[in-house]
């Protein structure tokens, strides 16, 4: 059974870090590329940043850039967001995701940024 488990997030001040954590188990880790999105409330999902399976190739968008670092340690099966400088347009619940040939969902955590 594919399982990918999300923790790190919580309430935070603008200025703040956080440290999302995903651990996954159930397939072959490091043949999958992982991301991270993000949903805030009224809006829709969004991918903000994703890192390849092969060569630790990175992608974030624009907003988060600087901000955010991704990261992933294939032998914990386990990929990071290091979220720094957060901002309260940063609030959402965020999603690990994994894919291959198919895309694999966390079930979330909050992240709230207060101001």
């Known amino acids: 059974e594919v399982q990918l488990v999300e923790s790190g997030g919580g309430l935070v001040q603008a200025g703040g870090s956080l440290r999302l954590s995903c651990a996954a188990s159930?397939?072959?880790?490091?043949?999958?590329?992982l991301g991270w999105f993000r949903q805030a409330p009224g809006k829709e999902r969004e991918g903000v940043s994703c890192?390849?399976?092969?060569?630790?190739?990175?992608f974030y968008i624009n907003s988060v850039t600087g901000r955010f670092t991704i990261s992933r340690d294939n032998a914990k099966n386990t990929v990071y967001l290091q979220m720094n400088s957060l901002k309260p347009e940063d609030t959402a619940v965020y999603y690990c995701?994994?894919?291959?040939?198919?895309?694999?969902w966390g079930q979330g955590t909050q992240v709230t940024v207060s101001s």
């Open positions: 995701v994994a894919e291959y040939k198919y895309r694999y």
């Open positions: 159930g397939f072959t880790f490091d043949g999958y590329g």
């Open positions: 890192i390849s399976s092969v060569g630790g190739r990175t």
